[in-house]
């Protein structure tokens, strides 16, 4: 089945304490991308890749950051969570130029 | 840059009723336009696209037509079912590279 898999789902954690959200997908999709969604604020873009080794940052991508070293996954790293980084984070890819985005279930994280 | 804007919302309608949700947006050269779905408790999916002017997408007796003389996408359906309850976003890809743009997102609430 084509899909994109986040993991965790859930994650609470501390302040300052490192973390990695692991994105893959089985669609062999160039363009993959992070998103934070929050109330009021719609899905906001952190980073982009558009293939293996390239990666550009989004709208928001402070405090993030990202790896592509493997057209399948793309890993979302945070390297000194701040509570300010509470939010629900989806990982999406797409095949390419004007191609529809997939998401993942999305990782709600939860930063004390 | 390019941009979406969306009514927000949120939206309540009796079950039956008809349903428009308004989006427009701004772009250079010629955007790929997209509604997203997303449910409660998961991630975004597509529901409906169009690539070109007068293009009409359609999806699970949802349509939307491209049009650019009013740099609109609206999303109608003509009976909404309680299961269309959802917060609706919309799209398009950016001019520059394969970037996505979103709209703030549009809660659906249809009751019985």
């Known amino acids: 089945e084509a899909q994109v898999t986040q993991n965790p789902r859930y994650l609470i954690t501390v302040t300052g304490k490192k973390l990695t959200v692991t994105c893959s997908q089985n669609?062999?999709?160039?363009?993959m991308s992070w998103y934070r969604q929050d109330p009021g604020l719609g899905l906001r873009q952190i980073y982009y890749s558009m293939n293996v080794e390239v990666t550009d940052k989004g709208d928001v991508p402070e405090g993030y950051k990202v790896s592509r070293k493997e057209k399948r996954n793309f890993p979302l790293i945070l390297e000194s969570p701040s509570p300010n980084q509470t939010s629900l984070y989806f990982c999406?890819?797409?095949?390419?130029?004007?191609?529809?985005?997939?998401f993942g279930n999305g990782t709600r994280l939860t930063v004390t | 840059g390019d941009s979406v804007t969306q009514m927000e919302g949120p939206v309540t309608l009796s079950e039956e009723a008809f349903l428009t949700i308004n989006c427009t947006y701004t772009?250079?050269?010629?955007?790929?336009l997209f509604w997203y779905v997303q449910y409660p408790g998961e991630g975004l999916q597509l529901l409906l696209k169009a690539t070109k002017a007068d293009d009409k997408g359609s999806n699970k007796g949802f349509e939307a037509t491209y049009r650019k003389e009013t740099t609109s996408f609206h999303l109608e359906k003509g009976s909404v079912q309680v299961s269309d309850s959802a917060v609706y976003f919309c799209a398009l890809t950016a001019t520059y590279g394969q970037n996505f743009v979103f709209g703030p997102g549009t809660r659906l609430s249809v009751l019985p």
């Open positions: 772009a250079t050269g010629y955007p790929s």
């Open positions: 669609m062999n999709h160039e363009y």
């Open positions: 999406a890819s797409s095949l390419g130029l004007n191609s529809p985005l997939h």
